[in-house]
C-alpha cells in the first residue's frame, strides 16, 4: 500500500477541495490518499508517506509547516506535487532556500517588505480558465504533449515576472505558461518527481472527466502500478 498526503485544511465548502476529494475517490487500491491539516501534529511527520501533494487553500493556518514539508520533499527526492497555492508557496521555499533571496515572501499574507516573488496576477483568475502550454523538453511537456489544455483556477496570485530569470538560473525549471497568468507550472529536472501547477488538475473529478495527466504522472511516480489503474 502506498501514502500519500494532502497538506492542507481541507474546506467542505470549497469547490476545489470537493473535487479533491471527488478525484481521490478514483485512485486504485493499492494508493491511499489522506488530507492533513496544516496546524496538526501530523503535518510535521508528512516526510514518511510516499508522496506529498500541497493543496489549494491558503493561507493555511500553519504556513510555517508547509513550507517545512516543501523543504523536505524538494531536499529527500519525495514526489511531490503543488497545485494553485502550492504552486505559490512552493516558489517562495526555492527562492528563500535555494536562489538566495532570504527575505522572498507571498503577497497574499507578507507582514514586511519581503521581496515579493509570488504577486497579484494581472486579472483575478478565479473560477477561469486559461490554455495552458507546455515547454518542451520538460517534464510537464512529456505529461501534457504539445497541445494547449483548459486549465482551471481560482487565484489571484502567480510567480511574479521580475524573478524568473533568478529562479531559473539556481536550477528552477519553468515547465508551462499561459496568457494572463504567467508560469503555470515549475519543476525541478535532477528530482525524481517534483511538480507544481497554478492551474488545478483535479477540477472535473466531480462531473467524472478523465483523470488528468499531471495526476496520473504523479501517482504513477508513486506506484507504476497506477498506469494501468486509473480511470
Not at 44 to 56: E, I, M, Q, T, Y
Not at 122 to 144: F, K, N, W, Y
Not at 158 to 163: D, K, M, N, S, T
Not at 177 to 198: K, M, N, S
Amino acid at each position: 500500500m502506498k501514502h500519500v498526503v494532502l497538506l492542507g485544511d481541507r474546506n467542505p465548502g470549497s469547490l476545489t477541495h470537493r473535487e479533491l476529494d471527488a478525484a481521490l475517490k478514483r485512485l486504485p487500491a493499492e494508493v491511499r490518499a489522506y488530507w492533513v491539516d496544516t496546524d496538526s501534529p501530523e503535518a510535521a511527520r508528512v516526510s514518511g508517506a510516499d508522496g506529498l501533494w500541497v493543496v489549494p487553500g491558503s493561507p493555511y493556518r500553519d504556513d510555517g509547516a508547509v513550507y517545512a514539508a516543501i523543504t523536505g520533499a524538494r531536499s529527500s527526492g519525495q514526489p511531490f506535487m503543488g497545485t494553485c497555492a502550492g504552486f505559490q508557496y512552493t516558489v517562495v521555499e526555492f527562492a528563500r532556500n535555494v536562489a538566495g533571496l532570504v527575505d522572498a515572501d507571498h503577497a497574499e499574507s507578507a507582514r514586511g517588505e519581503g521581496t515579493l516573488v509570488v504577486d497579484r496576477l494581472s486579472c483575478s483568475l478565479v473560477a477561469q480558465e486559461r490554455a495552458v502550454t507546455a515547454v518542451p523538453g520538460t517534464r510537464m511537456h512529456d505529461i501534457v504533449g504539445s497541445e494547449s489544455f483548459p486549465g482551471f483556477h481560482w487565484c489571484n496570485f502567480g510567480l511574479a515576472p521580475a524573478y524568473v530569470e533568478r529562479l531559473v538560473a539556481h536550477g528552477l525549471t519553468i515547465g508551462a505558461h499561459a496568457e494572463d497568468a504567467g508560469v503555470e507550472a515549475i519543476e525541478l529536472a535532477e528530482h525524481p518527481f517534483f511538480l507544481a501547477t497554478l492551474f488545478q488538475p483535479q477540477v472535473g473529478a466531480v462531473d467524472g472527466r478523465p483523470v488528468h495527466p499531471v495526476l496520473r504522472a504523479f501517482f504513477a511516480a508513486i506506484s507504476p502500478a497506477t498506469r494501468k489503474c486509473l480511470n
